[in-house]
């Protein structure tokens, strides 16, 4: 299995940016696909960015393309979610995902715990 934590939430400014990371253990994720998907308060959970285990295969979220970036660094087992331009809709808890052999993560093989995200206007 792999066990994944994100990290790099906080409470921050519209406008300012953040950087999200989600470390894997247990397991290379080399050949999975890996997204980020936010929960925001009495909303259901939505895709925000992905990329599949090649590398390729880059989804993101009509709400957030041209300000998020998401990349992988697979010798450090790691993904991240570069965030720009940040606004309070941002606000949320965001999940790291993993999903084998995917192109594009959809409902997920494993899931972190989450990292919080808060955009003040």
């Known amino acids: 299995q792999v066990h994944l934590v994100e990290s790099g939430g906080g409470l921050v400014q519209a406008g300012s940016s953040l950087r999200l990371s989600c470390l894997g253990s247990g397991r290379t994720f080399t050949t999975f696909a890996m997204g980020w998907f936010r929960q925001a308060p009495g909303k259901e959970r939505e895709l925000v960015a992905s990329l599949g285990w090649s590398g390729v295969n880059i989804v993101y979220a009509d709400s957030v393309k041209g300000r998020f970036t998401i990349s992988r660094d697979d010798a450090k087992s790691a993904v991240y979610l570069q965030m720009n331009n940040l606004k309070p809709e941002d606000t949320g808890v965001y999940y790291c995902?993993?999903?084998?052999?995917?192109?594009?993560?959809?409902?997920?093989?494993?899931w972190g715990q989450g990292t919080q995200v808060t955009v003040s206007s």
């Open positions: 995902a993993a999903e084998q052999g995917a192109k594009t993560v959809a409902d997920g093989d494993y």
